[in-house]
């Protein structure tokens, strides 16, 4: 139910957002994961933490191309974007917003998690979403788009087994940095996590960014 209701609240911040937008049939709305990056990273830093740094990035029901469509509002897809202050040893959430500048996200790290459907995978990818209210993606490290990510998994055929025996399967992927997956890693880098499911299955690949090696979680 709380689930139920985290959702209704997303639909209803988005689409508030977007009523009655005029520019809907003249700009391109659908975008990548790094496409608004420094927008949304300028507004971290000017309504949040003038230290803000990208902690993740959570794209929600991305498609097959690693892209999100801002115009549709359901069922929800969109990019969320993380940011960590260690100043405030706080982190904030933040959108994008169809014809208009990004805005925060009124979501919590547990509640993020929450909306992973699938128990096993809530456990293991919870495990890596904690770690980001402590570790951020350094500003060295060379950020691989959404696209090249689903490329990648589009090119391994544990994947695309599972997607030819489900073809109504959704697509979660998070940007995190790669010492919340492998703490041990001296890599400044950013790996995606792919999460491919149904109602009843699913499959989780880590892209390690660095190695170009998929594992399958």
Not at 5 to 32: G, H, K, Y
Not at 139 to 146: G, N, P, R, V
């Amino acid at each position: 139910m709380k689930k139920l209701s985290l959702l209704f609240i997303i639909l209803l911040f988005v689409s508030c957002s977007e009523e009655n937008n005029p520019v809907r049939d003249i700009i391109d709305s659908q975008i990548t994961a790094t496409e608004r990056i420094d927008e949304v990273k300028a507004e971290a830093v000017s309504s949040f933490a003038s230290d803000a740094k990208l902690a993740g990035i959570y794209g929600v029901n991305v498609d097959d191309n690693g892209e999100i469509d801002l115009s549709v509002l359901s069922p929800l897809n969109t990019f969320v974007y993380i940011f960590r202050s260690e100043l405030k040893g706080e982190i904030e959430f933040y959108v994008p917003v169809f014809g208009a500048g990004p805005e925060k996200f009124p979501i919590s790290l547990s509640e993020m998690i929450g909306l992973i459907n699938d128990s096993d995978v809530k456990d293991k990818v919870g495990i890596i979403l904690d770690a980001l209210s402590t570790v951020s993606i350094s500003s060295s490290a060379t950020i691989y788009d959404s696209d090249w990510a689903m490329n990648e998994i589009m090119s391994d055929a544990r994947a695309t087994t599972f997607l030819g025996s489900n073809s109504t399967a959704k697509v979660d992927m998070f940007l995190v940095p790669s010492k919340s997956i492998e703490e041990s890693t001296f890599t400044d880098g950013a790996d995606w996590i792919v999460h491919l499911y149904t109602s009843s299955a699913s499959k989780v690949f880590w892209i390690n960014t660095g190695t170009g090696i998929i594992t399958e979680f």
